[in-house]
């Protein structure tokens, strides 16, 4: 969504104000952001990794008859422009 944003505001010569941040953190994202030279300035990034380590703990405790929180956290990595 943001790489589509950066697109519209470059399309259409959006104000120099406008500061697009993204949340997925894909590698098409950090490159564009890496560029400087757009107005997408930082994403959040998350391990799929540390994800999906997270989820199969909760469906093992699930599993062994132990009680899984409703909400899990993951650890996130903020990506700004360098």
Do not use: N
């Not at 790489?3 to 490159?31: F, M, N, R, T, Y």
């Not at 990794?49 to 909400?71: I, Y």
């Amino acid at each position: 969504m943001a790489l589509g944003a950066v697109d519209a505001v470059q399309k259409h010569s959006g104000p120099s104000d406008i500061v697009i941040i993204g949340v997925d953190g894909i590698p098409e994202a950090l490159a564009t952001i890496d560029t400087g030279t757009t107005h997408f300035r930082a994403t959040i990034v998350q391990s799929t990794r540390r994800a999906a380590e997270v989820a199969v703990d909760a469906l093992m405790r699930m599993r062994a008859g132990e009680r899984v929180p409703a909400e899990l956290t993951l650890p996130a990595i903020w990506h700004p422009m360098r």
